[in-house]
């Protein structure tokens, strides 16, 4: 079965900290993402990697940064947390890009008081 | 149907009855779609998936039907049951050099006893 594992279900942090949600996918996939999603908004693409050390910008990269330093992990990180960034964050991985379904984790609910 | 704003379109059906759930998707280059479900407190999951070559796709007791002259989506849920209840939405994939995918922002179906 396959999997991608988020690090935290529930996350609250205070404005301004750093803030680490991490992604782990057992499926050998090249591609991986970072969304957030809002509701009425639907998924909105904040980063993805297509390949270890490579990253590209998505649709709403601002504020945000990933790491991606081995192929199963993919890393999001929050410089310092703004109210405005409270979300759920979903992580996927995908085998192509674009070409096949994203398998998506269960997501991150954070809240930034 | 799809809908841009703060609250999700809503579909309520009797159990047993069938579904159809819509989705107009943005860009008439778009080459491939795909339904996801997304239940309470889960990340979205793999339905089905479509060709822009095809007009109709059958799965197991779903069906979706593509109309490109008029840029909709439409998934058809047969027989639905409880289980089905969920945010169901439709994701658009253009390939542009690189690909995008395009989510729409979800359609919850509630399915009566």
């Known amino acids: 079965d396959v999997k991608v594992t988020q690090s935290s279900r529930y996350l609250v942090k205070r404005t301004g900290e750093k803030v680490f949600l991490e992604c782990v996918q057992d499926m050998d996939h090249e591609n991986m993402f970072w969304y957030r999603q809002d509701p009425g908004l639907g998924l909105r693409l904040i980063y993805f990697s297509y390949d270890v050390k490579m990253k590209e910008k998505g649709d709403i990269p601002e504020g945000y940064s990933v790491s991606r330093e081995k192929k199963e992990r993919f890393s999001l990180i929050l410089e310092s947390a703004s109210t405005n960034q409270t979300s759920m964050y979903l992580c996927?991985?995908?085998?192509?890009?674009?070409?096949?379904?994203?398998?998506f984790g269960q997501g991150t609910r954070l809240t930034v008081v | 149907g799809e809908s841009v704003g703060l609250h999700l379109p809503t579909l309520s059906v009797q159990e047993g009855d069938n579904s159809i759930i819509n989705c107009a998707y943005s860009n008439s280059a778009s080459d491939y779609f795909i339904w996801y479900k997304q239940e309470s407190g889960k990340g979205p999951q793999f339905i089905i998936d479509i060709r822009s070559n095809m007009d109709k796709r059958q799965g197991q007791r779903v069906t979706v039907l593509l109309n490109k002259t008029v840029k909709h989506l439409s998934l058809q849920i047969a027989a639905t049951q409880p289980g089905d209840s969920a945010v169901y939405f439709c994701?658009?994939?253009?390939?542009?050099?690189?690909?995008?995918?395009?989510f729409g922002a979800g359609t919850r179906l509630f399915v009566k006893a």
């Open positions: 994701a658009e994939i253009l390939n542009t050099g690189g690909f995008k995918t395009i």
């Open positions: 996927a991985s995908s085998l192509y890009p674009g070409t096949t379904e994203a398998f």
